[in-house]
C-alpha cells in the first residue's frame, strides 16, 4: 500500500514536471513571437561645436645665399625682397616676421607669418590664402621663385634639390608656433638612405626659421628626397635649390612639400617651354637639370612598378605615357621626352605608395631657369587662391574623374571667368596677380604656374588642413 502511495505521489510529481515544462516552453514561444516593447537606452551624448583654432600660414621668405667666405661658407645671407599677395575673405589677416637665421639688411627679409582669425559665431573658417614670388638676380643667383605660404606640419616631404657640382640646396624650416620644435630630416638619394648624424633633433625655435645646407648632409647627391618630421611644433619645409654652370647662374627655385605618400600623385599645370632650346644645349653637366623630368621615390619595403601618364591640357598636343620599376628605399628620375612645349597634367601611378614631383627648365634670349612642380591633394568646392605678381601667370586645374567639371573663377573685382575641366584630363586660364575664389573644383588639383622669357616657377594650390569640427561628446 505504502509502494501504491509511493508512486501515486511520484506520478503527481512527474506531471506536474511535465506541466510546468510545457508552460515554461509556452512562455518561452510566446516571447520570441510576440512583439516587445523597446527597452533600448541610448548612451546620453552631446553635440560640441568647438570654435576653430587661428588658420597660420607662413611664407618662406627672400632668396638666400651662402657666403663666399671659406670660413663662413654654411652662413646664409638675404638676398633681396619678394612680394606677397595675401588675404582672405573674411576679416583682416595679421602679419609678423619670423626670426630669420640669414644675415639681413633690413627687418622684412624674413619668412612671414600669416594668421586668419575665425570671427565669432561664424559657421566655418574664412577661406585664407596667400603666396610670395620673387626675381633673383646677382652674380651668383639668379631666376624666379615663386612659393605658397603653407602651413606647418609635422611631417611633410621635400621632392627637389640636388648637390652635385654647380647645384646649391637648403631645407628651410620656419616655426609659427609658440614651441620649440625638433626636426629630424630622413635624406633618401639615388643609391639609397644617406646615413647623416646631423640630420636629426635639429632645434627650430618658436618663431623663427631654421636653414640647413643639404650639401652638409647629403654631398654630391643627383636627386635627394627628404622627409621632415617633428615633434614639439611643427613647421614649414621649403627646399631652395639654385644652379651655377661654372659662373654663370642657371635659376633658382623654391620647392614646397609635395603629396604624402600615395599609388597616385597628380601634378597639374606641368609647364614646358623651349625645349628645342633646351634639348640643343644638353650636355654631359647640365642635362640631369634641364630636360624635363618625373622625380620619384618609394618610402616602402616593396620595389614599385611606376606609370607616368603626362596629358596635355586643353589646347596642348596630346601628351605620352612611361614606365619603369622603382627599387624600395630608392629615388629615381624617369625623363619626360617626346612631348613638346604646353602645359600638361602629369599622373605618377604606382603599385606601392610613392612621392613624386616634376622638374622642367626654360631658356631664354639671356638668361636660364627652372621650376619644381608638386603634386598635391584636392581643392575643396570652395578655395581661396593667391597669386603674386609674376611674369605669364596661370591657374590650372587637373581632373582624375570620369566626368566633365565646371569651375568658376572669381577675381577681387571684374567678370568672373568659367571653365569646364574635361574628364580625366586638365585646362587652366591666364591670371593677374591678386586673388581668386574657385567655386565648384571640388575633388581638382590645382597649381600655379609662372613663365617669361628665360624665367619660371610653379606652387601647388592645396586645401586648408582640418580645423576644429563638430564632436560627440559621451559623459562617464
Given amino acids: 500500500m505504502a509502494d501504491r ?90 602679419t609678423r616676421n619670423l626670426k630669420p637665421d640669414a644675415s639681413t639688411d633690413s627687418a622684412d627679409q624674413a619668412p612671414l607669418a600669416l594668421t586668419a582669425a575665425t570671427p565669432q559665431g561664424a559657421t566655418r573658417p574664412p577661406l585664407f590664402a596667400g603666396a610670395q614670388v620673387q626675381s633673383v638676380s ?11 605660404c603653407a602651413e606647418a606640419s609635422a611631417d611633410s616631404w621635400l621632392v627637389a634639390g640636388a648637390t652635385t657640382l654647380g647645384q646649391t640646396s637648403l631645407v628651410l624650416l620656419s616655426n609659427p608656433t609658440s614651441v620649440d620644435a625638433t626636426v629630424n630630416l630622413d635624406l633618401y638619394t639615388e643609391t639609397g638612405r644617406v646615413a647623416a648624424p646631423g640630420a636629426t633633433g635639429i632645434v627650430v625655435p618658436a618663431g623663427a626659421q631654421k636653414v640647413v645646407p643639404l650639401a652638409g648632409l647629403a654631398p654630391s647627391a643627383t636627386a635627394p628626397v627628404v622627409h621632415v618630421s617633428t615633434t614639439g611644433g611643427a613647421v614649414v619645409a621649403t627646399m631652395q635649390q639654385s644652379f651655377e654652370q661654372g659662373i654663370d647662374p642657371r635659376g633658382v627655385e623654391l620647392a614646397g612639400p609635395t603629396g604624402a605618400p600615395s599609388r597616385v600623385q597628380t601634378i597639374s599645370g606641368v609647364t614646358i617651354a623651349s625645349l628645342a632650346a633646351v634639348t ?49 628605399g630608392n629615388v629615381a628620375e624617369i625623363p619626360l621626352d617626346h612631348l613638346k612645349d604646353g602645359n600638361f597634367d602629369v599622373t605618377v601611378r604606382s603599385s606601392v605608395p ?98 617669361g622669357d628665360g624665367q619660371t616657377s610653379a606652387f601647388a594650390v592645396s586645401p586648408a588642413g582640418p580645423l576644429a569640427s563638430p564632436i560627440e561628446v559621451y559623459p562617464h
Avoid: M
Avoid at 285 to 299: D, H, N
Avoid at 311 to 328: D, I, L, P, R
Fill in 5 to 94: 502511495r509511493a508512486l501515486a505521489q511520484g506520478g503527481v510529481r512527474a506531471i506536474g514536471g511535465v506541466v510546468g515544462i510545457g508552460i515554461a516552453a509556452v512562455v518561452i514561444a510566446g516571447a520570441t513571437l510576440l512583439p516587445l516593447s523597446g527597452f533600448a537606452i541610448d548612451a546620453p551624448s552631446k553635440t560640441v561645436r568647438p570654435v576653430p583654432a587661428d588658420q597660420q600660414r607662413v611664407c618662406p621668405g627672400p632668396a638666400l645665399a651662402l657666403a663666399a667666405d671659406a670660413g663662413q661658407a654654411s652662413q646664409p645671407s638675404a638676398i633681396g625682397r619678394f612680394s606677397t599677395v595675401y588675404g582672405t575673405d573674411g576679416p583682416d589677416t595679421q
Fill in 138 to 148: 646677382s652674380p651668383d643667383l639668379a631666376g624666379l621663385a615663386a612659393a605658397s
Fill in 280 to 328: 640643343a644645349a644638353q650636355s654631359a653637366e647640365a642635362v640631369s637639370v634641364e630636360f624635363p623630368t618625373v622625380r620619384v621615390f618609394v618610402p616602402g619595403t616593396q620595389d614599385a612598378q611606376i606609370t607616368v601618364g603626362a596629358v596635355g591640357e586643353t589646347g596642348t598636343a596630346a601628351g605620352n605615357s612611361y614606365a619603369q620599376t622603382v627599387k624600395a
Fill in 354 to 451: 610613392v612621392v613624386a614631383a616634376v622638374r622642367t627648365s626654360v631658356i631664354g634670349t639671356k638668361t636660364r631657369d627652372f621650376a619644381w612642380f608638386v603634386s598635391s591633394p584636392p581643392i575643396t568646392d570652395s578655395q581661396l587662391v593667391a597669386v603674386p605678381p609674376g611674369p605669364g601667370p596661370r591657374l590650372h586645374f587637373a581632373n582624375a574623374a570620369d566626368k566633365d567639371v565646371k569651375v568658376k573663377i572669381q577675381p577681387e573685382s571684374g567678370p568672373p571667368i568659367s571653365l569646364t575641366v574635361p574628364a580625366e584630363g586638365g585646362t587652366g586660364a591666364a591670371v593677374h596677380s591678386g586673388r581668386y575664389t574657385i567655386t565648384g573644383g571640388d575633388g581638382l588639383v590645382a597649381g600655379v604656374s609662372f613663365t
